[in-house]
T-cell receptor
Framework: EAGVAQSPRYKIIEKRQSVAFWCNPI?????LYWYQQILGQGPKLLIQ????????DSQLPKDRFSAERLKGVDSTLKIQPAKLEDSAVYLC?????????????FGDGTRLSIL | DQQVKQNSPSLSVQEGRISILNCDYTNSMFDYFLWYKKYPAEGPTFLISISSIKDKNEDGRFTVFLNKSAKHLSLHIVPSQPGDSAVYFCAASDRNNFNKFYFGSGTKLNVKP
């Protein structure tokens, strides 16, 4: 079974620029999550999709972050404009989404550095 | 609000001995608990989980214990191997809250040969 795919693996931009990350979840997984992981901390949920609908985006800084999951499969996360404090690893995860005891499966993340 | 806490940032253990990683949580509605293992430059990998109706789950060298009254879970690795050296995250979720997951800050385990 192919895992969660993310791209790019690394991105370096200057503050106030924009950036986009892409995620392809495991086939058949209805739930997709985007996390921000700052060095030395655990993953923090930014947004959670169930199919193509948003379940939780309470911690997404909506003035600069946006995400979409068209057709309920792939997803993109965008930051515009980027700030220095956005430097982090952005992780995408997916799960079956059937309401049972289902672990999340993570991609390898995108490491974002803001100069 | 940090609902899941790992108070030990690091742990060093000799190869062959037991590693015990601890995790505390505050939300009594959590009903599913997981441990993830993370190597550098990789995403977290699911290791083992436990439902709130159990107090122990075992998978090979890995055992997770849940103490609901103390809101505490632990991961035991016996025997520890150098390849177990990684950062371990505990996570918890409330299935009645759309299966939203909360993660601890991680414990870095170093298993010395």
């Amino acid at each position: 079974e192919a895992g969660v795919a993310q791209s790019p693996r690394y991105k370096i931009i200057e503050k106030r620029q924009s950036v986009a990350f892409w995620c392809n979840p495991i086939s058949g997984h209805a739930t997709l999550y985007w996390y921000q992981q700052i060095l030395g901390q655990g993953p923090k949920l930014l947004i959670q999709f169930q199919n193509n609908g948003v379940v939780d985006d309470s911690q997404l800084p909506k003035d600069r972050f946006s995400a979409e999951r068209l057709k309920g499969v792939d997803s993109t996360l965008k930051i515009q404009p980027a700030k220095l404090e956005d430097s982090a690893v952005y992780l995408c995860a997916s799960s079956l989404g059937r309401g049972g005891l289902e672990p999340q499966h993570f991609g390898d993340g995108t490491r974002l550095s803001i100069l | 609000d940090q609902q899941v806490k790992q108070n030990s940032p690091s742990l060093s253990v000799q190869e062959g001995r037991i590693s015990i990683l601890n995790c505390d949580y505050t939300n009594s509605m959590f009903d599913y608990f997981l441990w993830y293992k993370k190597y550098p430059a990789e995403g977290p990998t699911f290791l083992i989980s436990i439902s709130s109706i159990k107090d122990k789950n075992e998978d090979g060298r890995f055992t997770v214990f849940l103490n609901k009254s103390a809101k505490h879970l632990s991961l035991h690795i016996v025997p520890s191997q150098p390849g177990d050296s990684a950062v371990y995250f505990c996570a918890a979720s409330d299935r009645n809250n759309f299966n939203k997951f909360y993660f601890g800050s991680g414990t870095k385990l170093n298993v010395k040969p």
